[in-house]
Each structure stands twice: as structure tokens, then as C-alpha cells.
């Protein structure tokens, strides 16, 4: 996945299957950063990973409490799971680092919703997923690549 890629997705189900797909790329100490309007697929895309991931429960949209934290599933190389809005965050860098998220990526897969511009900071490497939607459908395009 060196190469920045593009992908339709017709459906809701097609969304969660890329998301299954990128989970298998990724592993503990990785950060994924979602962009894209409201309604283009990110909590869907997030649900993809965390099935892919085999983490426990069901995933939701953070946007209230901010961040989500998900255990792992029973298996060999399970990987849990934070899941973050930042939308509210509205780049504030306190509460952000609040959040301890450099702490989660030494275990865990974190997944940003709104990221974009605001956490990148964390890593070295990070996965970007760019999720867009036409107008009156529930068609939705991303395109993803790793970024050093």
C-alpha cells in the first residue's frame, strides 16, 4: 500500500468491507486518520477495521464522548482498538493530549475521525483515508495512502 489508491463504494457494506481490507494492513502502534464531510463513511470505514481488527463490541460513532476504546477479540495478534472524533476538539491541542493517545498507539490500532491536521503529530507514519459522498446518493469514494 506504498501507492496512493481510489476506490467506489456503492454501499454502506462496500465501505465496511475496505475497512476489513485495510485492517489487515494494520497492527498495534498504527494510527489511521479519517477526512471527509459528514455522512462520507468514516464511522462505517471504522466499523470495516474494527472487524477486520476482531476487536469486541459494537462500534459507534464517538462524537459525544470523544473517544471509544475497544478490546481486542480472543486470537493470536489481536489488536484492540481506539476510536476518536475530533471534530470537537475543533484542533484543541490540550484536550487532545488529554485524550493520552500517544499512550494508546504503543498498543492499539487508533482510528481519527476529523483528523486531519490535527493529530498526524503522533507518529512518523500514519495511514490517511480521504472519504467523499455525491450529492443525493450513497455513493461514496475514498482514497488512502500511507504518509511519512
Not at 465496511?16 to 494494520?26: D, N, P, S, V
Not at 474494527?50 to 486470537?75: D, K
Not at 494508546?104 to 493529530?119: I, K, P, T
Request: hydrophobic letters at 45%.
Amino acid at each position: 500500500m506504498a501507492d496512493r489508491q481510489r476506490r467506489t463504494l456503492p454501499t454502506v457494506a462496500d465501505t465496511e468491507a475496505l475497512g476489513r481490507e485495510l485492517a489487515a494492513e494494520l497492527g498495534a502502534g498504527d494510527l489511521v486518520v479519517l477526512d471527509g464531510p459528514l455522512g462520507a463513511g468514516k464511522t462505517a470505514l471504522t466499523r470495516g477495521i474494527a472487524a477486520g481488527l476482531g476487536v469486541q463490541g459494537r462500534v459507534s460513532s464517538p462524537t459525544f464522548i470523544i473517544a471509544r476504546q475497544h478490546r481486542a477479540g480472543a486470537g493470536h495478534g489481536a489488536v484492540p482498538l481506539v476510536h476518536v472524533d475530533a471534530y470537537r476538539l475543533g484542533g484543541d491541542l490540550d484536550e487532545l493530549d488529554a485524550l493520552d493517545l500517544d499512550t494508546d498507539l504503543h498498543h492499539a490500532v487508533v482510528v481519527v475521525e476529523w483528523g486531519r491536521g490535527v493529530v498526524e503529530h503522533l507518529t512518523d507514519r500514519h495511514l490517511r483515508v480521504l472519504l467523499a459522498r455525491e450529492p443525493d446518493s450513497d455513493v461514496r469514494t475514498a482514497e488512502w495512502e500511507w504518509v511519512d
